[in-house]
């Protein structure tokens, strides 16, 4: 069965470097999301992207964050200058498109920043 | 905007008994609603959905319907297993929020042996 896939599934950074998040999407889908879940909180929504370019982003996805998806198979959040209270669970999302379909979420990547 | 509510946990059950984590929305439009499970240490993997007002989603035992009326979409089991131990979110998306997922709080569930 087709499956969203995270690496790394745990960085540790230090505060103020930049860290990159992968994620590769299932092939045929069109939509991808980062979502973030701080521990023991709910998940929230990052920025969605389709036709490479950002369609809509939330108040949390500040210019700190941006996302690429490089060579058409990966798709990438990038933190440019960590800060500790972004330390969270980050999950990357694809959909394929049509109302009524559901999101595919990947294992996430635990982002410890130190 | 578009929002989902879910009842506080974590709720401890036995083995056995009967299981309901209540789920209520505001959205315009008809938005999809959805139930999440994401058991200890891994992601969120789909539990189960429903497209439309009357529509019952299930799997593995796991049953909500779509209720437009009362803008709820609770999950239900009748008999719970220690393996269902986990946490559970409603989730929904398609309303005025587009296509993003937008999740409740999560519910814990425990079940004891």
């Known amino acids: 069965e087709p499956e969203v896939t995270q690496t790394p599934s745990h960085q540790v950074t230090q505060m103020g470097q930049e860290v990159i998040l992968h994620c590769v999407p299932i092939?045929?889908?069109?939509?991808f999301y980062w979502y973030r879940q701080i521990l023991g909180q709910k998940v929230e929504f990052l920025v969605s992207?389709?036709?490479?370019?950002?369609?809509?982003k939330s108040e949390i996805f500040d210019d700190q964050f941006s996302v690429e998806r490089p060579d058409g198979s990966n798709f990438t959040l990038k933190i440019r200058s960590t800060k500790l209270e972004d330390s969270a669970m980050y999950f990357c999302?694809?959909?394929?498109?049509?109302?009524?379909?559901?999101?595919?979420f990947g294992q996430g990547t635990r982002l410890t920043v130190v | 905007g578009d929002s989902v509510t879910q009842m506080e946990g974590p709720v401890t059950l036995s083995e056995e008994a009967f299981l309901t984590i209540n789920c209520t929305y505001t959205?315009?439009?008809?938005?999809?609603l959805f139930w999440y499970v994401q058991y200890p240490g891994e992601g969120l993997q789909l539990l189960l959905k429903?497209?439309?007002?009357?529509d019952k989603g299930s799997n593995k035992g796991f049953e909500a319907t779509y209720r437009k009326e009362t803008t709820s979409f609770h999950l239900e089991k009748g008999s719970v297993q220690v393996s269902d131990s986990a946490v559970y979110f409603c989730?929904?998306?398609?309303?005025?929020?587009?296509?993003?997922?937008?999740f409740g709080a999560g519910t814990r569930l425990f079940v004891k042996a």
């Open positions: 429903a497209t439309k007002a009357d």
């Open positions: 959205a315009t439009g008809y938005p999809s």
């Open positions: 092939s045929n889908h069109l939509y």
């Open positions: 992207f389709y036709n490479n370019e950002i369609s809509e």
């Open positions: 999302a694809s959909r394929k498109q049509g109302a009524g379909t559901e999101a595919f």
């Open positions: 989730a929904l998306s398609g309303g005025t929020g587009g296509f993003k997922t937008i």
